[in-house]
């Protein structure tokens, strides 16, 4: 199974300023039919998870802009430009990619 | 509007069986997804929308089965085995683009004596 490794588990963040959350995969997510499955969730507290990023880069419909994903291969990152306090949750990354799918640990945000 | 209903949770003893629905608002690609009391996310089952392909977490194959009916646009799990550790809230998810887009509220499993 393809491992999905987030970091760090834990982000302090201060109101304004940017975030970076990483996740790496122990294969390439880069599927035959050329795309790369990669995508982004947020889980604020008490609430169902909401995707974010898909294909690695795309953000959902409704997202903020201060929300970017990039990355290939195996390294992904998730970036917010300025942290708000509505961002506060928990971030998952998973692949599309291979079976089973699989999601990282997860990485709680907080102010 | 994608709507995604889940129920069919409770309390069951080890060992013993349940069948969660979801029911969507069409007939999707669809995913079940669970997380345990305080932590991540776990991906558990996968159904093609027309029910010809279904995928399965190692941790539940041979104890759940994924189908559904799409007279109805619903699709079921049937948890069979259970085990404390299955005690969670699980989700159903439309898929699209290589993953889970839209989720329904959940529905909590409690496996205890």
């Known amino acids: 199974d393809v491992v999905m490794t987030q970091s760090p588990l834990s982000l302090p963040v201060t109101l304004g300023q940017p975030a970076s959350i990483s996740c790496r995969s122990s294969q390439s997510l880069v599927h035959s039919d050329g795309k790369t499955y990669l995508s982004w969730f947020q889980q604020r507290p008490g609430q169902s998870p909401r995707r974010l990023i898909y294909t690695v880069s795309n953000r959902e419909s409704g997202v903020p802009d201060r929300f970017s994903g990039s990355g290939s291969g195996t390294d992904f990152t998730l970036k917010i430009s300025r942290v708000e306090a509505e961002d506060v949750g928990v971030y998952y990354c998973?692949?599309?990619?291979?079976?089973?799918?699989?999601f990282g640990q997860g990485t709680k945000v907080e102010i | 509007q994608v709507q995604l209903v889940e129920s069919g949770g409770g309390v069951v003893q080890p060992g013993g069986s349940l069948r969660l629905s979801c029911a969507a608002s069409?007939?999707?690609?669809m995913h079940w997804v669970r997380q345990a009391p305080g932590k991540g996310l776990e991906w558990v089952a996968f159904?093609?929308?027309?029910?010809?392909?279904?995928n399965y977490a190692d941790s539940v194959k041979g104890r759940f089965t994924v189908s559904r009916d799409t007279s109805k646009n619903t699709v079921y799990l049937q948890m069979n085995g259970l085990r404390t550790e299955d005690t969670a809230g699980y989700y159903c998810a439309r898929d699209l683009l290589g993953g889970p887009k839209d989720w329904g509220q959940g529905t909590l499993v409690t496996v205890s004596s």
């Open positions: 998973m692949q599309g990619t291979h079976w089973p799918r699989t």
């Open positions: 159904i093609q929308s027309d029910g010809s392909k279904t």
């Open positions: 069409a007939n999707y690609n």
